[in-house]
């Protein structure tokens, strides 16, 4: 039998103590892993949602602050707090710009009294005033298009061409859907372009630069901003004022080739009935 001499007993007591310490860092170390880890994740979730602390991060203006009080008691139900949207109900309003809340509010489009297929223009439920206010906001909230300042209008006196660009730029780009006479029409799934002869210049280039609902967006790349004014010119001079292009009649508006046309077949069935009210009596 070995005998458990003093030395023995000392060596066991003190590799006891020793393993104490090293099992407290292992679970020291464990610790500060997971702390570690979590702290990146939460720096990579931050890094790839800045919209979500865009409020809490950013100073208001005075305007942003009174738009933000209209959001809250009217839009939040549908677009969710600080504009992140709520799904099944309305998008998010993230980097949309003000373009797009005064084409949509402006026009009383929004809010929306039900969900539709559209939104149809109705009489707006927020005066100019508050409908920049709200514009503010969202631009602050996650910036986007905004309207230019100055005139949305070619100047004829010192462009003189700028109507005639302004048509063939409409004939190409906008009669597809809103018709050569700018009535607008019909399209898929229950939708349809509204009609151009009550917008205003304003709803015009905001549309053109945010493409609502079924309208592609006309970025000022695709058309620049002189080609839009000049597409409003066209719009608000030509289309709007009623001018013929040429005719008697003024079917469509779209000159003597619809009237000629309208002409032939009227001409026809007049000849079509005479030819048989003769036979008949004969």
């Known amino acids: 039998m070995t005998s458990d001499t003093p030395a023995r007993r000392r060596s066991r007591v003190?590799?006891?103590?020793?393993?104490?310490?090293?099992?407290a860092r292992r679970r020291l170390g464990a610790a500060v892993r997971m702390l570690a880890a979590l702290a990146l994740a939460g720096g990579v979730y931050t890094a790839f949602t800045p919209g979500a602390f865009a409020e809490d991060t950013?100073?208001?203006?005075?305007?942003?602050?009174?738009?933000?009080?209209?959001?809250?008691?009217?839009?939040?139900?549908?677009?969710?707090?600080?504009?992140?949207?709520?799904?099944g109900r309305g998008p998010s309003l993230?980097?949309?710009?003000?373009?797009?809340?005064?084409?949509?509010?402006?026009?009383?489009?929004?809010p929306m009294t039900r969900q539709e297929a559209q939104a149809e223009q109705k009489k707006p439920q927020f005066t100019p005033d508050e409908t920049k206010q709200l514009a503010q906001?969202?631009?602050?909230?996650?910036?986007?298009?905004?309207?230019?300042?100055?005139s949305l209008q070619a100047d004829l006196k010192t462009n003189p061409e700028a109507l005639a660009r302004g048509g063939e730029l409409f004939r190409v780009n906008c009669t597809s859907c809103h018709s050569f006479g700018g009535a607008g029409g019909a399209l898929s799934s229950g939708k349809f372009a509204p009609s151009l002869h009550d917008a205003t210049e304003e709803q015009i280039y905001a549309a053109m630069l945010t493409g609502p609902q079924n309208m592609p967006v006309f970025g000022d790349n695709q058309i620049t901003p002189d080609e839009k004014r000049e597409i409003i010119t066209y719009i608000t001079q030509q289309v709007q004022e009623d001018k013929d292009p040429g005719g008697v009649f003024n079917l469509g508006r779209y000159g003597?080739?619809?009237?000629?046309?309208?002409?032939?077949?009227?001409?026809?069935?007049?000849?079509?009935?005479?030819?048989l009210w003769i036979a008949g009596k004969s």
């Not at 003190?14 to 099992?23: K, Q």
């Not at 950013?58 to 709520?86: M, P, W, Y």
């Not at 993230?94 to 929004?110: D, K, L, N, W």
């Open 14 to 23: 003190f590799s006891r103590r020793a393993g104490v310490p090293s099992r």
């Open 58 to 87: 950013t100073q208001l203006s005075t305007a942003a602050q009174q738009g933000k009080e209209l959001f809250d008691n009217s839009c939040i139900s549908c677009h969710g707090r600080d504009g992140q949207g709520v799904e």
């Open 94 to 110: 993230i980097g949309v710009g003000s373009a797009s809340v005064e084409f949509q509010v402006g026009t009383g489009r929004m």
């Open 137 to 150: 906001y969202v631009q602050e909230l996650g910036g986007g298009p905004e309207l230019p300042s100055g």
């Open 256 to 275: 003597p080739a619809t009237e000629g046309v309208a002409i032939f077949l009227f001409g026809i069935t007049i000849l079509v009935f005479t030819s």
